[in-house]
C-alpha cells in the first residue's frame, strides 16, 4: 500500500500516544541462552496491553501540530473531525489500532512510545487536510455510520450557541438506552456536542448532548442548513 503524503504519513506514524493511554506490558528473559553474566542484556518486552485511552483536548491540540495549519477549513471543526474519528475507530476496532514501538539497547528491549499502525485511519487523517467543513462534517458521519442521511444531503453547516432544550430529541427509545458512563465521560466536553439538522432535530451526538441536560450554560452544535437558505 502506498501513501498519498509520505510526509504527513511518517509524522502521523511516529507520533507518540503513550501519554494519553494506559499499558501494562512484561519482561520475559533468557539469560542462560543469552550468557547474560550477571549484567542482563536479554530482557524482551512480552503481553503488551492497552487498558483505556484518553484522547481529551490536549491531545487533539497536539496531534493538531502535525499539520502545520496546513488545512482547508476551520481549525475548530477540523480538531473535532479528529475527535470523532479517532472516537469511530476505536469503538469499531478497540485497541488494534495501536502498537509499541519496541526497540533494542545494550541492556534489552525497551519500550519507546505507542504509535498508530492502521494504514486506512492514517491515510484518512491526511486526506481530511484538504477538506471543507462541509465535507468534514460529512466524513465524520460516514466514518461513524457509513452513509449521510438524505435530510443531511445538499447542506452545509453552521455552527450555533443553543442550550439543551432548544434540541429535538425524537428518538426517546435510543436515549433509555445510552450507556451512562459515556454520557459521564461527556460533562465537560470541549468541542461542539451534536450535529442537528436544519429543524433542530438531534442527528449525532446523543451522548454528548444528553451529558448537557443539567447544564444551565449553552453550547455549541453543528446546525445543518440546506443550501440556498440561511
Ligand atoms: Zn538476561
Not at 525497551?110 to 481530511?128: S, T
Not at 442550550?163 to 425524537?170: E, V
Not at 439538522?197 to 438531534?202: A, V
Amino acid at each position: 500500500m502506498k501513501t498519498s503524503n509520505p510526509k504527513l504519513y511518517e509524522k502521523i506514524s511516529k507520533f507518540d500516544f503513550s501519554d494519553h493511554m494506559l499499558y501494562d506490558y512484561d519482561y520475559e528473559y533468557n539469560c542462560e541462552d543469552n550468557n547474560c553474566d550477571g549484567i542482563c542484556r536479554c530482557g524482551t518486552i512480552v503481553n503488551f496491553q492497552i487498558e483505556s485511552v484518553v484522547l481529551n483536548e490536549n491531545f487533539i491540540n497536539k496531534f493538531f501540530r502535525l499539520y502545520n495549519k496546513d488545512i482547508k477549513s476551520d481549525q475548530y471543526i477540523f480538531k473535532y473531525a479528529l475527535d470523532r474519528i479517532f472516537e469511530s475507530y476505536i469503538k469499531k476496532y478497540d485497541y488494534e489500532i495501536f502498537r509499541p514501538n519496541i526497540i533494542h539497547s545494550y541492556y534489552g528491549e525497551e519500550l519507546q512510545g505507542v504509535h498508530l499502525e492502521d494504514f486506512e485511519l492514517i491515510e484518512l487523517l491526511i486526506k481530511i487536510k484538504n477538506f471543507n467543513h462541509t465535507k468534514l462534517i460529512e466524513q465524520i458521519l460516514i466514518t461513524e455510520y457509513g452513509y449521510i442521511l438524505d435530510s443531511l444531503k445538499d447542506c452545509h453547516y453552521e455552527k450555533e450557541d443553543l442550550h439543551f432544550d432548544d434540541i429535538k430529541i425524537l428518538n426517546h427509545k435510543y436515549v433509555q438506552k445510552l450507556d451512562q458512563s459515556l454520557i459521564d465521560k461527556y460533562q465537560d466536553y470541549w468541542s461542539f456536542r451534536a450535529i442537528i439538522d436544519n429543524n433542530y432535530r438531534l442527528i449525532d451526538g446523543y451522548h454528548r448532548t444528553m451529558a448537557a441536560k443539567d447544564n444551565p450554560n449553552s453550547f455549541y452544535v453543528l446546525r445543518a442548513i440546506k443550501n440556498g437558505h440561511h
